[in-house]
């Protein structure tokens, strides 16, 4: 997908301009953040990071926003999330120019996902639907754990738009581990490390695990036990290297096709 992107950015009179939005200096979203920076500018986008400090006002988060929406050479913006206390997610994410919105988290963009029209789509759900596009999906039971809006929503609707039959679950859903036990593709997006295990798992299922945390002694894992996970399942991404790296090649691909989409 990368290489795909790099060979249609260079083959345009302008490069598509990405700028990504940090507020404040945490941990992980700078790796990320550098991360996505770096891939990119291999791909030939150009790429800048507008990295504010943890104190910035909303107001001012609200202008920078504005200043970039009115940016002609600007085609994505991102904000990486989670922004520090005080200030308002949705206020920043409603902010932002629909169709600069390469993260596809605003309203509009979630709005024509749900309705099944075409808009910018949520990097991590695109990249998981591109993973299973080996997978036969039509009437295939389909297990979504986890209802965030970043992940659970969108990628239920993805399936469902896939012709998958699709559960919505999430850590109150009754008898969860026998309804994961009935999915030919489980979606693990839950946000905690190794909650899934072996035994959740049917033979030959498609997991796909979203989930990205680190336990007491340093290691990352995902949302799946995955060496119990592995030893049933017929395929399963891996923690880390697996729906990560889709997300930036996604991120890169939504830039370009937002830049296009402009006439840009």
């Known amino acids: 997908m990368r290489a795909d992107v790099a060979a249609r950015v260079a083959a345009r009179s302008r490069s598509p301009g990405l700028a990504v939005v940090l507020v404040g200096d945490d941990p992980a979203s700078t790796v990320y953040v550098r991360s996505k920076d770096r891939a990119a500018r291999q791909a030939g986008i150009a790429a800048r990071t507008i990295h504010l400090p943890a104190a910035t006002s909303e ?20 904000v990486q999330l989670p922004l520090p206390q005080g200030l308002r997610t ?27 029209r075409k808009g910018l789509v949520p990097c991590t759900p695109k990249g ?24 659970g929503r969108p990628v239920a609707a993805l399936l469902t738009a896939a012709d998958a039959t699709v559960t919505l679950a999430h850590s109150r859903t009754r008898d969860l581990v026998t309804l994961c036990r009935r999915a030919e593709v489980l979606v693990a997006a839950i946000g905690r490390p190794e909650m899934v295990g072996g035994d959740w798992i049917a033979p ?41 790296p889709m997300t930036i090649a996604c991120l890169l691909e939504n830039t370009l096709e937002a830049a296009i989409a402009r006439g840009a």
Not at 220 to 239: C, F, H, N, S
């Open 59 to 78: 107001a001012a988060l609200l202008a920078e926003i504005r200043t970039l929406n009115e940016d002609p050479l600007v085609d994505g913006i991102l």
């Open 90 to 116: 949705e206020a920043v994410l409603d902010a932002i120019d629909p169709a600069k919105d390469v993260d596809g988290l605003t309203p509009t963009n979630a709005g024509l996902l749900a309705s099944g």
């Open 128 to 151: 998981i639907m591109r993973l299973l596009a080996e997978t036969p999906l039509t009437g295939a039971r389909a297990v979504v754990l986890g209802r965030s809006v970043l992940v």
């Open 204 to 244: 030959s299922a498609t997991v796909i695990d979203v989930g990205i945390n680190r336990t007491a002694d340093g290691r990352l894992v995902g949302d799946v036990a995955y060496a119990e996970a592995a030893a049933v399942a017929g395929a399963i991404t891996p923690v880390p290297g697996g729906v990560g």
